[in-house]
């Protein structure tokens, strides 16, 4: 199998090299047509790393000048977000983890160091110790969103666990798991299904309840926000060994494998109709990178099966490999709300090279 992995490895390698050429300069989020866009101006948008994190993820296999080049540039443009109060929030780890955490493992930078320490002590900032909880989104200044806390945050506490060990103050790591602790309780349901978001009271902490988010409904499954799950719970048992973040990732790969469709494509919610075509292959793709960390840790070969065979769809069904558009997964979608459904997503790209590179043996842990 590896042998496969290696082939399709090569073959994105080859397609990024044409890509990175194609689109210098720009942080993409989609396409405009078969070509990347560019959210250079919207510099606090949340995926603004995910193009510089597959950029270094192949550098790391290569050492492509090219490739570094457009990376740090990345990087560079983002410390306009520093500057920005409102556009800093709990995706920090999404935006620096890829861009200067990167830098900062794969060329010793002491100028992305100090990049990765600002963007953690902004996140540890967001701490409400009332409720144990990182806040997610910010608002106008009305403190509207003071008390909302939602899934997709447990991929940014692994920018907490590097910022202690990288200065020895355990602040950090603390905090990230406090709120792995709260996320635990509150968002995943017995059966390891998953809420989006949860609402606290930002004075006293206490929990108000669940809300739909960008899935279907209250109570519904977003696949996406799942996948969060699976791979962040088993970060933060990577980054702390504490066996209840083990457990609850692998409660939540198992109601996500027991929901995957026969074709293997993954749904944007799994309680939505089974006549609404809308799929999210980054779904698919960051659950897979979940499941891989999981059979690394575990070592049950039924997480690399389910790995295998959701990136083997994808690979079979929802990949464009070659040079003529710039991304790689075809049938992504934000939110099962939204107008637009089954396009490309740099989130998606980013995650689906991960798990190639992880099975080909070839990964910079970047998390
Ligand atoms: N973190 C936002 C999302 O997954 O869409």
Redesign the pocket.
């Known amino acids: 199998m590896e042998l496969i992995w290696r082939d399709i490895l090569e073959k994105i390698y080859r397609k990024e090299e044409t890509v990175a050429q194609r689109n210098a300069g720009k942080i993409p989020y989609s396409t405009d047509g078969n070509f990347f866009d560019d959210r250079s101006e919207d510099i606090c948008w949340?995926t603004n790393g995910f193009w510089a994190g597959l950029l270094w993820q192949l550098y790391g296999v290569k050492k492509n000048a090219l490739f570094r080049k457009e990376a740090e540039r990345v990087e560079r443009k983002l410390d306009r977000n520093f500057t920005i109060a409102r556009g800093m929030d709990h995706?920090s780890g999404f935006k620096w983890l890829l861009t200067a955490g990167a830098n900062a493992l794969l060329t010793g930078s002491g100028e992305s160091k100090n990049r990765l320490l600002l963007a953690a002590n902004d996140l540890a900032g967001r701490f409400n110790p009332a409720g144990n909880f990182l806040r997610a989104w910010n608002d106008p200044g009305d403190g509207t969103n003071a008390g909302i806390a939602i899934i997709?945050c447990m991929m940014n506490l692994p920018l907490l666990y590097r910022a202690s060990g990288m200065t020895g103050d355990p602040r950090f790591r603390a905090i990230a798991v406090r709120h792995a602790e709260t996320a635990r309780k509150y968002f995943v349901r017995e059966d390891g299904s998953c809420a989006h978001i949860a609402q606290f009271d930002p004075e006293t902490g206490e929990f108000l309840g669940t809300l739909g988010g960008?899935g279907m409904a209250v109570g519904s499954s977003w696949t996406?926000g799942q996948s969060?799950a699976i791979y962040g719970f088993a970060l933060s048992y990577r980054h702390t060994r504490r066996e209840q973040f083990l457990a609850t990732s692998e409660r939540v790969a198992h109601n996500f494998m027991e929901c995957i469709p026969k074709n293997g494509y993954i749904p944007v919610d799994f309680c939505q109709e089974q006549a609404c075509d809308a799929e999210d292959d980054s779904a698919a793709a960051i659950a897979s990178c979940g499941l891989l960390e999981l059979f690394r840790i575990t070592g049950k070969e039924e997480y690399l099966q389910a790995a295998e065979r959701l990136l083997g769809a994808l690979a079979e069904g929802r990949c464009d490999l070659t040079a003529e558009r710039d991304n790689i997964l075809t049938r992504c979608s934000?939110?099962y709300h939204d107008e637009k459904h089954n396009f490309a997503l740099i989130y998606g790209d980013y995650f689906f090279t991960e798990a190639v590179l992880k099975l080909s043996d070839k990964e910079t842990f970047l998390w």
């Open positions: 949340w995706d997709d960008q996406r969060w934000a939110a």
